[in-house]
């Protein structure tokens, strides 16, 4: 009876005490995975630590191998990627269900952006800055996954990026650590939901760790060399926040960081993931990389290639075999110890577990949720909405833009206008059973969008690439009998993504001499740039009418660009990369250190080129609005500041246009003078707030040690006293209010 009595107490104590409770709940998983392991041969044990790609598409060198059921069944395979659809999920799962311990497979997938429905990519996702659409178009994209019986999608990227030339730079958040570590954890946040284990959520992978965003010449794939204090001020914030964000696992990057590959990066790993970040989640290699380091001359063979991944602290080895051809060897060679493969066996077999899968192998087999979640109506909406927000607007002379629906003609001109699945950008899936039907295109957006009353003509003009003119003359004719031209040009959609580096980032082809021709007919002519990359457009900037930087906005598309061509929709977003004007300028980015001869400096030799400017074509956090904001009345509660002190920062934004519209207000700081050269400015807040023609709103930052810490020579974390300066602004450029206050000790 004492027993039942002190049983019952407890439970009561647990479901009372939510920190009692979570600590039981964990030792619950740490003690079934114990009781798993005990069973274990190190076989079997190996096994959990290899990632086989399904034979139905590939996303990096193919390995042929056409033993893989076996290996499933023999309890050789851990997880499986590119293997979707509830139907083929299940039939690999039912075969690991025949090996001796039953241990259920992970299936793992790019999702990116976007299962079925496809948001816009992540780089013009970063650009409407706003954290919760993001989160939400990540649980959309979880939601449909996980119902196709998916558990782990390989995103977000978290790179750093600030050379446009790295295909690559389509999956991030662009080049500003702060907004790239907001972004990380709103991603997370979406794609995990409230908790590993709910039908609706999967696992996220921080990626690429570290620095992949930085190689050199922008060629996929290259060396990174950098300083240390480099990584860790600016490359490894939005890991950091993705951990500490409860991301449940990380990838490595392809590339060596100062001559050291990152699958083999002690460093990266054990020190700073595991070690000072206290990361409890697992580790997987990209495709292939563990063997790659014998192609980079870190290791010999794969013998040496897995001893240096393993001890490094890579937990699973995506598709190079080394791990299952060679652990157990290194363990006979008593190079490797039992108890280093136990650890990360232990972090995926606690991930198995907090999903569910031990319970249930199949519970995201159910054909009837998949359908159902595929078939959701909300879901385009609300990626049309995010598309919406992706939109950047910049440019808009004589406010050609918005477009009266009452327009009589319209020309839509251009080889992207009816494509289909190029709006869906790089890094999309292709589910099973689906075609692209639901794709909406640019064509068909303002289809839906005119009334009666309005004629559209349509003419190719010229394909993305190559030199042939030959449908300039129909172009032409098609333009003079409009009001107003609308050019739809850019990339294909396979130019930007990985192993798409691009030496020379211009708009491909005759396409801005298409512009040319039509800009000679008189018509006004509003251009769409349709890419995953800053382009260089110097005529197209300087000569068009308007400019939307439509990016590839993905399944929704062609009713997002509708929406804010005519003005349902007024253009927030702002540009979370720099776009440089000519490759010459790369890297170029924002907050760059100061020289001791800045341009400033009249006719002093500086910092320049004799044959180019050094300022960007369009800077980091610019966009227009079909509005206007005047910032006023910045307030500053004191102009000195402790260690452990707090400055409150006021100012009003008011609307002094005709739209209701979005602003995004910039907080950037920098410090005056400090131990070591401080950038010319730093993010280190924004808010963005919607206002009403003629409304104003109060908006409020506060500033404190941690926004003014950086990394000294010494690579100590410190907030030095002096002075620093307060912008305000709507881009890193266009600084409105600023101020200077001062910390002290």
Known sequence: MNAKI??????????????LFAQSQQKTVDQRVDSVMRLMT???????????SDDWTATGPVTVDNDKTRQVRNGQVGSMLNCKGTDRTRWWQEAAMKSRLKIPLLFGQDVVHGYKTTFPIPLAESCSWDLDAMTLSARIAATEASAGGIHWT??????????PRWGRMMEGAGEDPYLGSMIAAARVKGFQGNKLGDI??????????????AVIGGRDYNSVDMSERLLLEVYLPPFKAAAEAGVATFMNSFNDINGVPATGNSYLQRDILKGQWGFKGFVVSDWGSVGEMVSHGSAKNDYEAAFSAITAGCDMDMESRCYKNYLAQLVADGKVSMALIDDAVRRILEKKFELGLFDDPFKYCDAEREQKELNNPEHPKIAREMADRSIVLLKNQNNLLPLSKNTKTIAFIGPLVKAVKQNKGFWDVEVPGVDSSYIVSQWAGLVNKVGATTKLLYAKGCEIEGSDKSGFDEAVRIAKQSDVVILSIGERRD???????????????VQEDLLKVLLATGKPVVVLINAGRPLVFNYTADNATAILYTWWLGSEAGNAIADVLFGDFNPSAKLSVTFPQSVGQIPIYYSHLNTGRPVTNGDVPNTSYIDLSIYPKFEFGFGLSFTTFKYSDLKLNKNKISNTGEIEVSLTVSNTGKYAGEEIVQLYLRDLAGSISRPVKDLKDFAKIALNAGESKIVRFTIDKEKLSFYNQKLQWVAEPGEFELMIG???????LNSVFELVN
């Open 6 to 19: 002190n049983t019952a107490l407890l439970l009561i104590l647990l479901f009372l005490n939510p920190i």
């Open 42 to 52: 190190p076989e079997e044990k190996i096994g959990q630590l290899n990632q086989y």
């Open 154 to 163: 390989f995103a977000p990227m978290v790179d750093i990026a600030r050379d």
């Open 200 to 213: 609706n959520s999967m696992m996220a992978c921080a990626k690429h760790f570290a620095a992949y965003g």
């Open 495 to 509: 130019m930007s993504g990985e192993a798409r580096s691009r030496s020379n980032i211009d708009i491909p082809g």
């Open 730 to 736: 709507a881009s890193s450029s266009d600084i409105r």
